[in-house]
Each structure stands twice: as structure tokens, then as C-alpha cells.
T-cell receptor, first 117, second 117 residues
Framework: DAGVIQSPRHEVTEMGQEVTLRCKPISGHDYLFWYRQTMMRGLELLIY????????DSGMPEDRFSAKMPNASFSTLKIQPSEPRDSAVYFC???????????????FGPGTRLTVL | AQSVAQPEDQVNVAEGNPLTVKCTYSVSGNPYLFWYVQYPNRGLQFLLK??????LVKGSYGFEAEFNKSQTSFHLKKPSALVSDSALYFC???????????????FGKGTKLSVIP
């Protein structure tokens, strides 16, 4: 398996522009997570999905952030409008649970480094 | 709420010496504990986990971790450090089904390990 795939790897945009980050989880995984990593705040969970349904989005910073998972093999994280403080590395991770609450090792993608000027 | 602490921002060790990266946690029920490693410009890679059973857990690349319930610790260890072990190490915890925590993993701030030749 190719692992979790994220695109783009790097994104540089100007304040006010819309940014869309993409993720393809490992085939067969039923959980998908979006994280943000910054020097100041470390690794933060933004939102996670189970079987394509958002379960907990309490980590989403504000309404400018939205995430979708239209099918089991694709998810997007959108920021509109973007701001300089959104500059960070955004990671997608996926995991498989044989049954609820069991075996939840998460496998991370390489990340998207976002710079908002 | 569940939490995890990595008390050292940085650990320096000479090549060939044993290394320890510390982690303590807090959960309401029984903990599920994980260690991840992050190399520069890469995503997090799973190293090892403790769910239940033997308190000494062996993982990838010769790493191991010891679960100590009385001290609420899960320190990462390796008998002989390699220069290639230099990276950022994250401890993570989530609560078990019997606890009050959520499914999500809570990550520590990370510890930068530098192995000196």
C-alpha cells in the first residue's frame, strides 16, 4: 500500500485566498483524521471522520475551516479565506478499527506545508 | 480530560549510549499509549503502543517502552543510540472504552532527540 497520500506537499498563497488540502487514506481504513502542527501549539486534532461521517470537529479553529469526506478514499480540508496565522503543516492520518475502540494505530501522511503571506 | 506531558524539549545522547525519552499521562480509565517519531519534513511514523498485557513493549528500530501504572509513565528507551535516531518523538494517549475520554489521541509537545557521533 502507498500509505496515506496528501496533496499538495507545499502550498504558498496570499491572505484571503481559498486553500484546499487533499487526502487519500489507506485503503480499508475507516477513520480519517486531520491535524495541524505548529511550533507554538504542537500537534492539534482538527476533525475526524468515521465511515465518511464527521464525528468530532471541536478542534476546527473557526468557521473559515471546513472538511468533507465524500467517499471512503478522499477527504478535503478547506480554508476560506486564509490568513497568515493559518500557516502550519497539516497532516492527514487514517486508521482501522476491527471493532469500536480497538486497535487504532494511526498512520500519517507526509503533510502539506501551508504558507499564507 | 486526558493529557500527556513530555517534560524535556530536547535530549542529547552520545552514539552508542542508552537513551530515554520521558512521557507521563493522565486519563480517567485505562490508557492506550503510543510513541511516534517524526523525521525532518516527514509525517509521524508509528513506533510502538501499549494497550494491555506486558508492561514492556517492543517496537520498531530497536525501541522499547515501559508502562508504569503507579507512576503514570510510558518512557521510550533504546539500549544503544544511533545517529540516525535523531528526530522528534511524540508520546500520545487515549482513554479506554471504560473511561470517560474520547476516541481521539492526545499528543505531547514532542521531544527532540539528538544523537551525537
Amino acid at each position: 500500500d502507498a500509505g496515506v497520500i496528501q496533496s499538495p506537499r507545499h502550498e504558498v498563497t496570499e491572505m484571503g485566498q481559498e486553500v484546499t488540502l487533499r487526502c487519500k487514506p489507506i485503503s480499508g481504513h475507516d477513520y480519517l483524521f486531520w491535524y495541524r502542527q505548529t511550533m507554538m501549539r504542537g500537534l492539534e486534532l482538527l476533525i475526524y471522520f468515521n465511515n465518511n461521517v464527521p464525528i468530532d470537529d471541536s478542534g476546527m479553529p473557526e468557521d473559515r475551516f471546513s472538511a468533507k469526506m465524500p467517499n471512503a478514499s478522499f477527504s478535503t480540508l478547506k480554508i476560506q479565506p486564509s490568513e497568515p496565522r493559518d500557516s502550519a503543516v497539516y497532516f492527514c492520518a487514517s486508521s482501522f478499527s476491527f471493532k469500536p475502540w480497538e486497535e487504532d494505530t494511526q498512520y500519517f501522511g507526509p503533510g502539506t506545508r501551508l504558507t499564507v503571506l | 480530560a486526558q493529557s500527556v506531558a513530555q517534560p524535556e524539549d530536547q535530549v542529547n545522547v552520545a552514539e552508542g549510549n542508552p537513551l530515554t525519552v520521558k512521557c507521563t499521562y493522565s486519563v480517567s480509565g485505562n490508557p492506550y499509549l503510543f510513541w511516534y517519531v517524526q523525521y525532518p519534513n516527514r509525517g509521524l511514523q508509528f513506533l510502538l503502543k501499549y494497550i494491555t498485557g506486558d508492561n514492556l513493549v517492543k517496537g520498531s528500530y530497536g525501541f522499547e517502552a515501559e508502562f508504569n501504572k503507579s507512576q503514570t509513565s510510558f518512557h521510550l528507551k533504546k539500549p544503544s543510540a544511533l545517529v540516525s535516531d535523531s528526530a522528534l518523538y511524540f508520546c500520545a494517549v487515549r482513554d479506554s472504552p471504560s473511561g470517560a475520554g474520547s476516541y481521539q489521541l492526545t499528543f505531547g509537545k514532542g521531544t527532540k532527540l539528538s544523537v551525537i557521533p
